[in-house]
């Protein structure tokens, strides 16, 4: 079946650097890949959707400049969370999705904490 | 972001016993709806899905009821099982090919 790898599963990083989470669809083309953010006891929250090769769509409420999304291949896409927070610690989750498939595969998480 | 729950409900059955969890969705457009599980600090593990033009659905253990007039979905899970233990959400197919999750409901099965 379709699997999505997403790295790391956990990293801890100081307020004000940077943080690149990679998702890698491995056995299918991901021609579309979502990105989602979870605080604990609460729902998964839809941040952007990102088509290959083309720009990413953001939610609103969810700054584009700070959550950079680059989905430059059919098997990769990345969030990088720039300028860390202690606010923007939570769980990480990428989906991908093939075209003219309804199935969504999931990554298994990044924990991120800023300390 | 859209459809962010606030503090999960619960519900708490022994095992044995039938679940039943509940889900409003928002989006009187979708037209796909999947249930997941997630267990702690994992990612969301699909159960089953319905399309729109399907009123239930069943699998192994698990059945998916879907009342679009009163934009409403269940899943059922039968003879519920310590391992059952876990969260779990609806989603559904909103515009733009989006998956939008609802609320969530943690169910913990007493043995």
């Known amino acids: 079946g379709a699997v999505v790898s997403q790295h790391p599963s956990r990293v801890i990083c100081k307020s004000g650097t940077s943080v690149k989470i990679e998702c890698r669809s491995l056995d299918f083309q991901a021609t579309t890949m979502f990105w989602y953010r979870q605080f604990p006891k609460q729902s998964l929250m839809l941040m952007a959707t990102s088509n290959e090769g083309s720009k990413a769509t953001y939610e609103q409420g969810v700054e584009k400049d700070k959550f950079l999304i680059n989905h430059a291949s059919l098997t990769l896409s990345t969030l990088t969370v720039t300028s860390a927070h202690p606010e923007d610690s939570s769980f990480y989750i990428c989906?991908?999705?093939?075209?003219?498939?309804?199935?969504?595969?999931f990554g298994s998480g990044t924990r991120l904490t800023v300390v | 972001g859209e459809s962010v729950g606030l503090h999960l409900p619960t519900l708490s059955v022994q095992e044995g016993d039938n679940s039943i969890i509940n889900c409003a969705y928002s989006n009187s457009a979708s037209d796909y709806f999947i249930w997941y599980k997630q267990e702690s600090g994992k990612g969301p593990q699909f159960i089953i899905d319905?399309?729109?033009?399907?009123d239930k659905r069943q699998g192994q253990r698990v059945t998916v009821l879907l009342n679009k007039t009163v934009k409403h979905l269940s899943l059922q899970i039968a003879a519920t099982q310590p391992g059952d233990s876990a969260v779990y959400f609806c989603a559904e197919n909103s515009s733009g090919g989006k998956l939008i999750f609802g609320q969530g409901t943690e169910l913990s099965v007493k043995p």
């Open positions: 319905i399309r729109s033009n399907m």
């Open positions: 989906s991908a999705s093939q075209q003219g498939d309804y199935g969504y595969t």
